[in-house]
């Protein structure tokens, strides 16, 4: 009788695949906000997650990927294979025909994202002044971010609702100033402010950077 070649079903296994990857990336998320980065190790990592450590640096490497594996992570909200630029809010943001409910739009969405972020974000920031492992994914944050916003900026200014004068690079800069972490960091954990009079507050300033 002829041997019957089993079938795999690789969906299946792709799907088990992010199950287990999401289940690390949540483990590190939790222990590295209470452990901090430095203390947190690969081993904890990987027990927390019920894997074998070699799974972890198999997929991952090391922790620094780890830590922005978690940023991507809390930044979406999900893992989903969406990329934000993407998803309905930001095609709803591009349907949008005034500039200043653009502007809002935007920072509905980053506020969201940063109350979401803020704890890797720190982390990552101060992490790299002991760690040289943090310094390359910071750079890469910020290089994203400086991205992102020459995408938006590029986007506002062809809505021709801009101040006049105003370039693509003062656009770009004024939305990636914004975009730090540290704006959020003062205003709403250290002064606790809620996160509607934030949002308030930055749509106002970036307008009236912005626009006319």
Partial sequence: MAEVKRSYDASGRRERARARRLAVVLAARDLFERDGFRRTTIAAIAAHAGVSAESVYKGFGNKATLAKAVFDYVIAGDDEPVPVAERPAALALRDEPDVRRKIAMFVDGLAQRQARSAGVQCLIRDGRQVDDSLAPVWAKLNDEGLGGMTALGRHLLGTGQLRDGIDLDEVRDVLWNYLA????????????????????????????????
Avoid: K, N, T
């Fill in 181 to 212: 972490i540290d704006h959020y960091e003062r205003l709403v954990l250290a002064q606790g402010w809620s996160l509607e009079r934030y949002s308030h507050w930055l749509a106002r300033a970036i307008a009236s950077a912005l626009c006319p």
